[in-house]
């Protein structure tokens, strides 16, 4: 959790980006989907919930990088796509961001980060792996 906030607090500090906008940036900007991707298609390749997306969208429309355009083949559905700034903002972070982690990983030898990315694959596994099953009370 400390990991998490420092990262937040020191990108927006250095980057002047939080990391989830970042991520949504980077969601956006991929190839196969240049003119955009529909809302529940973002939040379920981000792993976020509709609420939290959609606060995150209101700030980066309000900074002109992202947009929500109706869609070419439903016309009664939008999407969310980079503005032509968004794709500039993307571009323009992207040895910022290469540097900035660089520097937070220059620390740990070869072998630590090798050792540091099975480890996040093995928690990453047994994240997809969880299912709670609550069952209510039927009294």
């Known amino acids: 959790m400390e990991v998490g906030n420092s990262l937040?607090?020191?990108c927006l500090n250095e980057l002047k980006i939080s990391p989830v906008h970042w991520a949504v940036l980077g969601a956006l900007s991929r190839p196969k989907v240049k003119l955009g991707m529909?809302?529940?298609?973002?939040?379920?390749y981000l792993g976020v919930s509709r609420q939290?997306?959609?606060a995150v969208l209101k700030r980066l429309e309000r900074d002109g990088l992202v947009e929500r355009v109706i869609s070419e083949q439903d016309r009664r559905a939008k999407i969310v796509a980079l503005?032509?700034?968004g794709f500039q903002t993307w571009d323009s972070l992207q040895d910022d961001f290469f540097e900035f982690y660089g520097q937070a990983l220059?620390?740990?030898?070869?072998?630590d980060l090798v050792t540091l990315i099975h480890l996040l694959n093995k928690v990453n596994d047994g994240l997809k792996s969880i299912h709670l099953h609550k069952?209510?009370?039927q009294e």
Do not use: C, G
């Not at 529909?38 to 379920?44: A, H, N």
């Not at 220059?106 to 072998?111: E, G, I, Q, T, Y």
């Open 8 to 10: 937040d607090r020191k």
């Open 38 to 44: 529909s809302f529940s298609d973002l939040t379920e």
């Open 52 to 54: 939290n997306l959609d």
């Open 83 to 85: 503005t032509t700034e």
């Open 106 to 111: 220059n620390k740990l030898a070869f072998d």
């Open 135 to 137: 069952e209510m009370d």
